[in-house]
């Protein structure tokens, strides 16, 4: 199945909020409530900041919250830190062989 | 506490076969999937397969089915991820993640295995 499609990147300076886009289609995103998040540093494997779309697991900042409307789910990232900056990745339950897809990924860049 | 514990960097020329492992520890119950995710060098995260450590269920993305084969050791609560002739393009870190059943997220990571495939 095709990759979710997220923007190659994203930036802003510290404090602000950015918000990152992951777009499917109704077998995936649209379908279901099961879409997370997960962010990864260099050099370092994915850790999951977001689930169902808007859950945050214990021990997420509260400035990380996500959403969904349609067949697109966000990630919004607010009062933005210098350690948020690293790649990010959505990941939705899909009706395609009942297993899951990434999206293609976002450099987040704190300027 | 979960812990999913991968073993180490492997070199390998092509054409070789290739089994890495991912030891699972901490879950009380076999009620989690364990799914593994390609990461080629410089770029984005690959959903390959899943299998269910309570069953026999076993899913493969398309594009990795036929490529590779997942299976599991429960009596060492292990899962493996094995090649039976590497390709150049094998090239990647491979990572293993958990999820428990009725879940769909996966909240624990492997640390990443880097297989480097080259002649």
């Known amino acids: 199945q095709s990759a979710l499609t997220q923007p190659a990147s994203v930036s802003g300076s510290p404090g602000q909020s950015i918000t990152i886009s992951c777009t499917g289609t109704?077998?995936?995103?649209?379908?279901?409530?099961?879409v997370s998040w997960y962010q990864q540093h260099p050099g370092k494997a994915p850790q999951f900041i977001i689930y169902d779309v808007s859950s945050r697991p214990s021990g997420v900042s509260s400035r990380f919250s996500g959403s969904k409307s349609g067949n697109t789910a966000s990630l919004t990232i607010s009062g933005l830190q210098a350690e948020d900056e690293a790649d990010y990745y959505c990941c939705s339950y899909t009706r395609s062989g009942s297993t899951y897809v990434f999206g293609t990924g976002t450099k987040v860049t704190v300027l | 506490e979960v812990q999913l514990v991968q073993s180490g960097a492997e070199v390998k020329k092509p054409g070789e076969s290739l089994k890495i492992s991912c030891k699972i520890f901490g879950y009380s119950f076999n009620n989690y999937w364990i799914g593994w995710v390609r990461q080629m060098p410089g770029k984005g995260l690959e959903w390959m397969a899943i299998t269910y450590f309570g069953g026999s269920a076993t899913k493969y993305d398309p594009s990795f089915r036929g490529q590779v084969t997942i299976s599991v050791d429960k009596s060492i609560d292990t899962a493996y991820l094995q090649w039976s002739s590497l390709k150049s393009t094998d090239t990647a870190i491979y990572y293993c993640?958990?999820?428990?059943?009725?879940?769909?997220?996966?909240?624990?990571w492997g640390q990443g295995a880097l297989v480097t495939v080259s002649s």
């Open positions: 993640a958990s999820a428990t059943d009725g879940n769909f997220h996966w909240d624990h």
């Open positions: 109704s077998s995936d995103v649209g379908g279901y409530n099961y």
